[in-house]
């Protein structure tokens, strides 16, 4: 059964960092691109970061101004976000969610995590 | 940027009912548009990709049309799970989302 799982998600003051990450079972996740989405009530579902299938391609929304980093670990099967510089405009329920199709990246989403919610408040 | 406009905001509907679902890109975007489905407390589920294309175990029921900057997701007749926020989703020029429509029971 294709799942993912995304840990690492809490509380963190302005300025504060964490690392989230998600482990995937039921198919081997380096065959895929993967994106991390975000999802807040006042800013809606935003796309935040890519890392393709082959772990060298990697791209941000324009927010993030070089603030996350995205990274895989074959041997883990999962992906993580590391955020540094967290704002409170951060606070969101983060999910991964991997590409529709297999070595070759559509961009479209399935299947999402079920998220990990960020809240960045002093 | 380009911006998806969902209209409208909330659909009150009885089982039963067709459902249409409006997305109105900025500007063109091909075929470029997916939608999902998310329940309360889920994330979301791919429903239709590339405008039309139904995703893996999608019901015959869902069916999205449409191309350049206008998009519609049909659901033919609603059933109680169909109950739900939809997003389009673009990934012509990088990729964002829309609003969302509430589908909510009448």
């Known amino acids: 059964q294709v799942q993912l799982v995304e840990s690492g998600g809490g509380l963190v003051k302005p300025g504060g960092s964490l690392r989230l990450t998600c482990e995937a079972s039921g198919f081997t996740l380096s065959d895929y691109s993967m994106s991390w989405i975000r999802q807040s009530p006042g800013k809606g579902l935003e796309w935040v970061a890519y890392?393709?299938?082959?772990?060298?391609?990697?791209y941000y929304g324009d927010f993030v101004k070089g603030r996350f980093t995205i990274s895989r670990d074959a041997a883990k099967n999962s992906v993580s976000l590391q955020m540094n510089g967290l704002r409170v405009d951060d606070t969101a329920v983060y999910y991964c969610?991997?590409?529709?199709?297999?070595?070759?990246?559509?961009?479209?989403?399935?299947?999402w995590g079920q998220g990990t919610p960020v809240s960045v408040s002093s | 940027e380009i911006v998806l406009t969902q209209s409208p905001a909330t659909l009150s509907l009885s089982p039963g009912d067709r459902a249409t679902l409006s997305c109105r890109a900025s500007q063109s975007i091909s075929s470029d548009l997916a939608w999902y489905q998310q329940k309360p407390g889920q994330s979301p589920r791919l429903l239709i990709y590339?405008?039309?294309n139904r995703a893996a175990g999608i019901p015959a029921r869902f069916s999205g049309s449409g191309s350049g900057t206008d998009f519609t997701l049909t659901i033919s007749s609603l059933e109680p799970e169909d109950f739900a926020v939809y997003y389009c989703?673009?990934?012509?020029?990088?990729?964002?989302f829309g609003g969302g429509t509430k589908v909510e029971i009448k």
């Open positions: 969610a991997r590409d529709r199709k297999r070595h070759a990246p559509s961009d479209w989403f399935d299947p």
């Open positions: 590339d405008a039309s």
């Open positions: 989703q673009q990934r012509y020029n990088w990729l964002t």
């Open positions: 890392i393709g299938f082959g772990g060298i391609s990697t």
